[in-house]
């Protein structure tokens, strides 16, 4: 058991390493860290779709976090952003009130209170990201707000039923890296 819960600490570190050491090549690492920093904050509370293999989750992971660093990096703080950060805020909330907490066949969610428990959790990380927004410089805001709001919506994303389709369309397209049965 103790085994177990170091490998998955250690896996999960070493993913985190693996998409930090991405970011820092391609110039994005503060973005992509913030992003991810965030998605990983709010899955902890919401749940979400899991890829079949660590591999698997790795090489996702690899690719988009940085994608969405640099996609935070080329808004760069614009100031006509400031309703896309609520509009995404709002449709994070939507997504939270509908499917939060999501769990999935590879880690599925308890029933009664704790999964009520998370649910609520999943609304107050919301909040705290709504909070954070409000002390965004006005009216510029800054690039961190973009990376807040994009890691929030791709957390979202990955509650929804086309998240939970497409990670699985991409888990299948990876099968030839490894073969499923550990968590990513």
């Known amino acids: 058991?103790?085994?177990?819960?170091?490998?998955i600490l250690l896996d999960?570190?070493?993913?985190v390493a693996v998409v930090l050491a991405i970011a820092?090549?391609?110039?994005?690492?503060?973005?992509t860290a913030l992003v991810m920093a965030v998605a990983m904050a709010y899955r902890r509370v919401s749940g979400g779709v899991h890829c079949t293999a660590y591999s698997r989750c790795l090489v996702l992971s690899a690719a988009v976090f940085p994608l969405l660093g640099r996609a935070v990096q080329a808004c760069g703080g614009l100031p006509q952003l400031a309703a896309w950060r609520w509009a995404?805020?709002?449709?994070?909330?939507?997504?939270?009130?509908?499917?939060?907490?999501a769990g999935s066949p590879?880690?599925?969610?308890?029933?009664?209170?704790?999964r009520r428990?998370?649910?609520?959790?999943?609304?107050?990380?919301?909040?705290?990201a709504?909070?954070?927004?409000?002390?965004?410089?006005a009216p510029a805001g800054t690039w961190w707000a973009d990376a807040l709001v994009v890691g929030m919506l791709w957390q979202s994303f990955t509650l929804t039923p086309l998240g939970f389709r497409f990670i699985g369309q991409?888990?299948?397209?990876?099968?030839?890296?490894?073969v499923p049965g550990k968590e990513g």
Not at 117 to 128: D, I, P
Not at 170 to 178: A, I, N, P, Q
Request: hydrophobic share 60%.
């Open 12 to 15: 999960g570190l070493s993913q």
């Open 24 to 31: 820092w090549a391609a110039g994005v690492l503060a973005e």
């Open 106 to 114: 590879v880690r599925p969610l308890p029933e009664g209170d704790r």
């Open 88 to 101: 995404g805020m709002a449709a994070a909330t939507a997504i939270a009130l509908a499917w939060a907490p």
């Open 130 to 137: 709504v909070f954070a927004l409000l002390l965004a410089p």
């Open 170 to 178: 991409v888990d299948r397209w990876l099968g030839f890296l490894f």
């Open 117 to 128: 428990g998370l649910r609520a959790r999943s609304l107050l990380a919301l909040s705290a």
């Open 1 to 7: 058991m103790v085994a177990y819960g170091l490998e």
